[in-house]
């Protein structure tokens, strides 16, 4: 049984592979990983006696063989060389005798293909009358390789994109290339999962198994994972706290609210207000209830439900590209695909709801505030919006810094252990909405640099909402002309001056690359600005034909649509060139970073203005029709909730899965099921009580029932209260309409 191990060990290093990036959480105080627990059970002595004793024994050697990589891996001519062996039957082998206990330990190792060693050869084997019916695979030459030149210029591009794609995730590390190197394995790595005594060190039992045969080689234990490698942290004893106090309290709402309205039969009117504020009975009746508003602009709901679905599939899709494909090769030739460009475009997506948070900054307050009264209430204006939202943002937060983390287990947690790693340690960066500026590369629930952006774009929007407050539009679009002008202006020089690359996953450039382009283009405030202005502009459009009928001549909508459809396809289109791997045109990068996100904003706006004012035919119908009022109520929880599934349920992939368009787009379907349900209870259980908190604490606290139908109050500080409320960029609007 030993050889049969040693040679496994030693056939298994000439197989070629596509990397597969880990990096272990650096360590804190606050690891979401025990590391010392990986050093205190390391001893050589017992490794030794260990390891001999299972060589002695076959039945134990068995269990450690079955539990470790497959040699050769599956799909290798399509570029997977990863074996993740069996995780969970690795943790579970505890075996006891009198004097030793073997408890399994899981490591995975990553080999360079590009290094000094000197590769043994192999004798002939000898027989194994105890397993007769292995059959040994052929030991390809040293200096050959499974893949021709194409494929091998396929693993290489699949590499670049893979590492962008982590960058996308989260990851904070590069692995350097050697592209000066000959050799056409510069950069690759060979990933395998060991399962080995808990007492040994990976390299230490690689060496003691092939008789010191690999002791030049360079092997890099990437991680390694024990069953009981959780470790309590302060963020848990908080979580269980908090959460039980406010799943008790719900309990007790609730329970006074049935017994009020429907066992004693009472008018839930004249309930007492912070009684019910946590009942779930209250919540999901008021969540499902849309009162009617002439001056909603109805087909936003559609366009922010889209947009999140855009989003959603978008990482379905990445986060498959980043670390559990089992063809690579065929990952490259989607990825280069015309007819892939609904997924390689998704990232533009996000411009949409910059856009929007533009529009409704406008719309919802230019006809209830002065200017007088936005300066002097200004604190108000953002003291609303910061309670607004932090809510499920600092749930999502503990929830990604706790219980996450102890939901499930598998050999890709280490991609979760970091997010849980970084949430315990960047938390306050997170909730002060600067995360984007301080830390961008190890962001705590690494998708809300969008929230950070937003939210120092509504802490800047005075600097011209103030002018628009005005009665005087000349007045106005000067502020909002000059705004842009600033923007474009900013953000042509900025992209000019760093020539950036610009497809967010790049094929044509270095790692080295992509990171600089995601810290310092794509989650920063200036190139987000010019769709939030442009934002503005149309709501002040708006606003300034709020209530009024806008009559256009037919031939000038059919133009404005058909101009609005080829400038967003152009927009989607240029993916497909600066995705290309021989994609190398600077110029042209420069021109794409300044004007993509400023032309597809003002498409949407148009797209807005046209439905809301009867010009929008099917495509108005389509994104009026009730459901989408739900999901637009959803979408802000949905958006900050559905990237940690995401990764919680790629992290439980036992082996890499075959990638392919379907069984990505049935994944997609799961995604957002989860990410709608969790939304919904996050909504119902945090979102409203905290909502109904805010309005009695800064209204005055609750009141009995009015007797009468209560007005819109018209004074100007009170009206501004309700505006600063209801504002919002994100797709629940409608609902905080509903609670003014």
């Excluded at 350097?176 to 950069?187: D, I, K, T, W």
């Excluded at 600077?586 to 970073?593: C, E, P, R, S, V």
Aim: net charge neutral; charged share 15%; proline share 5%.
């Amino acid at each position: 049984m030993f050889i049969f191990w040693k040679y496994t060990v030693i056939s298994a290093l000439y197989v070629l592979s596509a990397h597969a990036y880990v990096e272990p959480v650096t360590p804190t105080s606050n690891n979401a990983l025990d590391l010392n627990l990986y050093e205190e059970v390391i001893d050589l002595e017992e490794c030794d006696r260990q390891v001999a004793y299972i060589v002695a024994n076959t039945g134990l050697m068995i269990r450690f063989i079955d539990a470790s990589f497959r040699f050769p891996p599956r799909s290798i001519l399509k570029g997977n060389t990863r074996d993740t062996g069996n995780y969970f039957q690795c943790l579970d082998i505890k075996h006891q005798t009198e004097d030793m206990e073997i408890i399994g330990k899981y490591s995975v190792v990553q080999i360079p293909l590009q290094q000094d060693f000197e590769w043994p050869s192999l004798p002939e084997l000898p027989s194994l009358p105890d397993l007769p019916e292995i059959t040994w695979p052929i030991i390809p030459n040293p200096n050959a390789t499974y893949f021709n030149d194409e494929q091998l210029l396929g693993l290489n591009i699949y590499e670049r994109a893979r590492q962008g794609a982590q960058l996308m995730l989260g990851s904070d590390t590069l692995r350097s290339e050697e592209s000066e190197s000959v050799s056409p394995l510069a950069g690759m790595q060979f990933e395998l999962a060991f399962c080995i005594p808990k007492v040994c060190p990976m390299k230490y039992a690689l060496d003691v198994l092939t008789s010191n045969a690999t002791a030049s080689l360079v092997v890099n234990e990437a991680f390694v994972r024990l069953s009981n490698d959780k470790t309590w942290v302060a963020a848990d004893y908080v979580a269980v706290v908090l959460f039980s106090i406010v799943g008790c309290i719900t309990v007790l709402s609730t329970m006074y609210d049935i017994r009020h309205t429907i066992i004693l039969k009472r008018d839930p009117k004249k309930a007492n207000k912070m009684c019910t504020t946590f009942s779930l009975y209250t919540n999901t009746n008021n969540f499902f209830i849309f009162p009617s508003n002439p001056n909603a602009i109805t087909c936003l709901d559609g366009i922010r439900s889209f947009a999140m679905m855009w989003v959603i599939v978008g990482h379905t899709f990445v986060t498959q590209l980043s670390y559990i494909p089992e063809n690579p090769l065929d990952i490259v030739e989607f990825i280069r695909s015309f007819w892939n460009l609904w997924i390689t475009s998704a990232t533009i997506t996000v411009d949409t709801f910059f856009m929007i948070s533009g529009l409704l900054v406008v719309y919802t307050t230019a006809a209830k505030v002065s200017r007088m009264s936005l300066i002097r209430k200004l604190h108000l204006f953002y003291l609303h919006r910061l309670l607004r939202m932090w809510p499920i943002l600092a749930a999502m937060v503990l929830i990604q810094a706790s219980f996450l983390h102890r939901t499930t287990d598998g050999p890709y947690w280490d991609v979760v252990a970091k997010n849980v790693n970084d949430c315990r340690v960047y938390w306050w960066s997170t909730l002060l909405f600067v995360q984007n500026w301080v830390n961008p590369m190890n962001m705590c629930l690494s998708h809300t640099w969008y929230l950070a952006i937003d939210m120092q774009l509504h802490v800047a929007s005075p600097l011209v909402l103030f002018w628009i407050l005005g009665q005087r539009s000349r007045i106005a679009w000067s502020a909002l002309i000059a705004a842009l002008a600033v923007a474009l202006s900013g953000t042509t020089a900025y992209n000019f001056v760093n020539n950036f690359q610009s497809a967010v996953v790049s094929l044509a450039r270095t790692p080295e690359d992509q990171q600089q382009f995601l810290m310092y283009y794509y989650v920063q405030t200036l190139n987000r600005i010019s769709p939030f202005i442009i934002g503005l502009m149309i709501g002040y459009i708006l606003h300034l034909y709020r209530g009024k009928t806008v009559r256009m001549h037919w031939l000038f909508a059919i133009l404005g649509w058909l101009i609005a459809f080829v400038a967003s396809f152009l927009v989607m289109f240029a993916t497909y060139f600066n995705i290309q791997p021989d994609w190398d045109n600077q110029l042209a990068d420069n021109f794409i970073n300044s004007s993509i996100r400023p032309v597809w904003a003002a498409c949407i706006a148009w797209m807005v203005f046209a439905c809301h004012h009867g010009y929008g035919g099917p495509i108005n119908w389509l994104l009026s029709i009730h459901v989408f009022k739900i999901l637009g109520r959803l979408s802000y929880a949905m958006y900050i909730i559905h990237y940690q599934l995401i990764f919680l349920i790629n992290a439980t992939t036992l082996q890499p899965i075959y990638f392919a368009v379907n069984l990505s787009m049935y994944r997609f379907l799961i995604d957002f099921s989860l990410a709608a349900i969790g939304a919904f209870l996050l909504t119902i259980t945090i979102d409203f009580p905290c909502s109904n908190m805010i309005k009695m604490l800064l209204g005055g606290g609750p009141r009995p029932p009015p007797k009468e139908v209560p007005t819109i109050p018209k004074e100007p500080e009170m009206a501004f209260k309700a505006v600063s409320v209801v504002e919002n960029s994100y797709p629940d609007d409608d609902l905080k309409k509903t609670r003014i």
